[in-house]
Nanobody, 128 residues
Framework: QLQLVESGGGLVQPGGSLRLSCAAS????????IGWFRQAPGKEREGVSC????????NYADSVKGRFIISRDNAKKTVYLQMNSLKPEDTAVYYC?????????????????????WGQGTQVTVSS
């Protein structure tokens, strides 16, 4: 059974850091681009970052550029989102998703409709 499980969320003060993990099971992660998305209460789900199947290309939303770093370890079947300099507006449920796509990713990889499989999400709250 194909499954994505996010972890690493929590409560952090503004300016702090968190690292989210997205662990895959039931399929070979090597053939999938992975995206991170977030959804705050009352708002639409938005793309945060995405990474190609090989890890060779990445894309970031303007709101997180220079603060977040996406990476992956296909041997461990895990994708990471390192979040630094967190702001209250980063508060949301964060989801990872898999798209059966090989090759480089561009800004279109942040469109939720492209993705085939989704995790259940992990809450990130940035507050003092």
């Amino acid at each position: 059974q194909l499954q994505l499980v996010e972890s690493g969320g929590g409560l952090v003060q503004p300016g702090g850091s968190l690292r989210l993990s997205c662990a895959a099971s039931g399929f070979t992660l090597d053939y999938y681009a992975i995206g991170w998305f977030r959804q705050a209460p009352g708002k639409e789900r938005e793309g945060v970052s995405c990474i190609s199947s090989s890890g060779g290309s990445t894309n970031y939303a303007d709101s997180v550029k220079g603060r977040f770093i996406i990476s992956r370890d296909n041997a461990k079947k895990t994708v990471y989102l390192q979040m630094n300099s967190l702001k209250p507006e980063d508060t949301a449920v964060y989801y990872c998703a898999a798209d059966a796509l090989t090759g480089p990713v561009g800004s279109s990889c942040q469109r939720p409709l492209l993705y085939d499989y989704w995790g259940q999400g992990t809450q990130v709250t940035v507050s003092s």
